[in-house]
């Protein structure tokens, strides 16, 4: 959960410092999103992820973060998000959430990704497509003097009449020098007063989407959240520039989901 503080609002030096962590955390999302592959277990992709963070000359904003035991979350199938890397090997058929969080010159840079392992059936490769159209959904109202509700109000509006589910009880989040800044940032439409946003705030907009229920609960790990009813879920994850004008993509990627 995000600390209650007030918004920040980033000015020109801070953001160019952003924009460098994000540049990294997508680098390093996007190298282990290849290195996806049956055999391999989540751990090696974890120990992989601190490889990748020591060439680039960052670290883990998750480990140690609350007793996080980590470099990153890396979730499988029902596991929903905050898991951690262990010998759990990856098989076809599979999808792996990757959450990838960096700390460079004292920034943040805040991204996920849903890994397709070969091929899915129909309806999890519907949920992954979901999940990511749900996210730019939302990061199309991320404008200067849109609301804050109508931003969050879009990715349960975008996946609900498809038959899926947003998680409650997990949000996206203000971020910047802290992992977790305000506003917090859920994925349906809050009640009461929302937020005029403006820019110069930064957001980690991240739709976490189940299959089925919406209901979920943590493992005796004390961190690795997973749909009580076992069905797959989806996780992606942007951190995004509130402007005057277009949002920017501080973690950019190329659009669409890596293995489909």
């Known amino acids: 959960m995000a600390r209650r503080h007030k918004i920040k609002i980033k000015n020109a030096h801070e953001i160019g410092r952003m924009r460098a962590a994000g540049e990294v955390a997508s680098e390093v999302l996007m190298a282990l999103a290849k ?12 120990q992989l992820a601190a490889e990748l963070m020591r060439e680039r000359d ?11 035991k980590g470099q990153i979350c890396i979730s499988v199938n029902e596991e929903v998000v905050h898991g951690i890397g262990g010998p759990r090997k990856i098989h076809p058929g599979d999808v792996v959430k990757i959450d990838v969080g960096i700390v460079k010159n004292g920034w943040i840079g805040d991204n996920a990704v849903t890994v397709a392992v070969g091929e899915l059936d129909e309806e999890t490769r519907r949920l992954l497509v979901a999940t990511e159209e749900s996210l730019f959904a939302a990061i199309d109202h991320a404008r200067a003097g849109e609301r804050l509700a109508d931003l969050c109000g879009a990715v349960e509006e975008y996946v609900e009449p498809l038959g899926f589910t947003v998680v409650r009880e997990f949000v996206g989040h203000g971020v910047g020098r802290d992992l977790h800044e305000e506003p917090q940032v859920p994925n349906y439409r809050p009640q009461g007063k929302s937020p005029i946003l403006q820019a110069g705030m930064v957001l980690a907009i991240e739709p976490m989407v189940n299959a089925g229920s919406r209901s979920v609960r943590i493992l005796d790990d004390g961190w ?23 949002p920017e993509l501080l973690t950019w990627r190329p659009r669409g989901v890596p293995g489909l």
């Open 35 to 46: 290195a996806i592959q049956p055999g391999r277990t989540t751990l090696e992709i974890d």
């Open 224 to 246: 690795t959240v997973i749909t009580t009813d076992g069905k797959p879920s989806a996780h992606f994850e942007h951190t995004v520039l509130i402007t005057d004008g277009e």
């Open 58 to 68: 960052c670290k883990s904003a998750f480990l140690g973060y609350r007793g996080f």
